[in-house]
């Protein structure tokens, strides 16, 4: 699959949630050739990232491992990798798994909600919200969750991410709720739970890994205490 311009984040590496477009990408080719149910839906998807992609004219190789193929569900792992003369370098690993749906139950998260907008954009051919959009919801309000803190954070990327579905939802006009927690904080890493709901109904969670960067050395680095100090109320008021 050919990289595009478009694929590129601030740090000029590959925007966390081309991944999921990429081993969607895939998956659709893998239903065309009769190898995945067409009625099985992702239930949870999780993404490993273990080496930042930068743009080059390289095409991304999506290699993929089917376990599971039967009427009640399927697991797919999809390694992201790009091959460099005779290295084969691994930058991201996609886990989804397939089966009819799921009903994530009451919600769990008490922090008061951010309201987000949907697009008309971010439906599928089914009319329904494209199940990589979900990750971008959980993306774009982690991201405005965390700017509220950015006179005390320096650089940091997503070391893991995972997402649940609930059941799908269509477009509207009227925003939905999506809450953020801190869950963990460590010295270097930090995670963050999320979820996506509307009124009762869950339509996703979502789990992120955060770890703190150094875009000098291209590294992992460990947390001053006033960015300690200040993740500790992450979540808490908007």
Do not use: K
């Not at 595009?4 to 590496?13: G, K, P, T, V, Y």
């Not at 954070?153 to 809450?179: C, K």
């Not at 890493?189 to 770890?211: I, K, P, Q, Y």
Request: proline letters at 6%; a negative charge; aromatic letters at 8%.
């Amino acid at each position: 699959m050919p990289m595009r311009w478009a694929d590129l984040d601030q740090l000029n590496h590959v925007n966390n949630v081309v991944y999921l477009a990429y081993a969607a990408e895939s998956r659709a080719a893998m239903v065309e050739e009769g190898l995945l149910d067409a009625a099985l839906v992702p239930e949870r998807v999780t993404v490993e990232f273990l080496l930042p992609m930068q743009l080059t004219r390289r095409p991304v190789v999506i290699e993929s491992t089917l376990d599971g193929a039967d009427g009640a569900g399927s697991e797919v792992v999809q390694e992201i990798v790009q091959h460099h003369d005779d290295e084969r370098r691994l930058f991201a690993r996609v886990t989804t798994r397939l089966g009819p749906g799921l009903d994530l139950g009451p919600a769990t998260i008490d922090t008061p909600p951010m309201p987000f907008h949907g697009r008309r954009a971010d439906l599928d051919q089914s009319g329904l919200v494209d199940p990589v959009r979900v990750f971008e919801y959980f993306q774009e309000t982690r991201v405005l969750s965390l700017a509220a803190l950015r006179h005390a954070l320096g650089a940091f990327v997503i070391a893991r991410l995972e997402v649940e579905y609930g059941p799908r939802a269509t477009w509207r006009p009227e925003p939905w709720d999506v809450s953020t927690e801190l869950r963990s904080l460590g010295g270097a890493s930090f995670t963050v739970g999320a979820e996506w709901r509307d009124g009762s109904t869950v339509h996703g969670r979502s789990t992120a890994v955060l770890v703190g960067f150094d875009p000098v050395t291209q590294r992992s680095r460990r947390f001053s205490e006033e960015e300690r100090e200040a993740l500790q109320s992450f979540g808490r008021t908007r």
